[in-house]
C-alpha cells in the first residue's frame, strides 16, 4: 500500500508542477492575463512542499518523481492541449515510469 500512496503523491505533485508551468506559459505565450502568475506561484510552492512530504532521500525522491512527471505531461498534451501522444510519447513515458519504479521500490542496502 505504501507504494500506491507514494504513486498518488507523485502524480499530484507533478500537476501541481505543470499547472505552475503552465499558467506563466500561456501569460507569456498566448496573450492571456497577468494575473495567472498568482495562481502559478501558490501551485508552485504546493508542488515543493509535495516533495517534501516523500519520508526518503531528496535525491532519489527528484530522480523518481521525474519518471511521473514525464508520464504526467503527455497526459496533459492529450487532455488539456488536445494533442494525441504518439507512440513514441507513451513509450517514453512508461520507460519512464518503470525507471521510477526501480528507484523508488528497489530494495534498498543503505
Known amino acids: ?5 507514494t504513486i498518488a503523491l507523485f ?3 507533478a500537476v501541481a508542477e505543470i499547472v505552475g508551468c503552465y499558467l ?3 501569460w507569456l505565450r498566448e496573450g492571456k492575463g497577468i494575473w495567472l ?18 519520508p526518503t532521500a531528496a535525491g532519489r ?3 523518481a518523481y521525474g519518471g511521473v512527471y514525464i508520464f504526467v ?3 496533459w498534451l492529450w487532455f488539456v492541449e488536445g494533442i494525441r501522444p504518439t507512440v513514441w510519447d507513451i513509450a517514453g513515458a ?3 515510469l518503470t525507471g521510477m519504479a526501480i528507484i ?4 534498498k542496502n543503505a
Open 1 to 5: 500500500m505504501p507504494e500506491l500512496k
Open 11 to 13: 502524480f499530484i505533485t
Open 24 to 26: 506563466p506559459y500561456l
Open 37 to 54: 502568475l498568482i495562481p502559478a506561484a501558490f501551485s508552485l510552492a504546493l508542488f515543493a512542499w509535495l516533495l517534501s512530504l516523500h
Open 61 to 63: 525522491v527528484y530522480a
Open 73 to 75: 505531461a503527455i497526459l
Open 94 to 96: 512508461l520507460v519512464a
Open 104 to 107: 523508488m521500490f528497489a530494495p
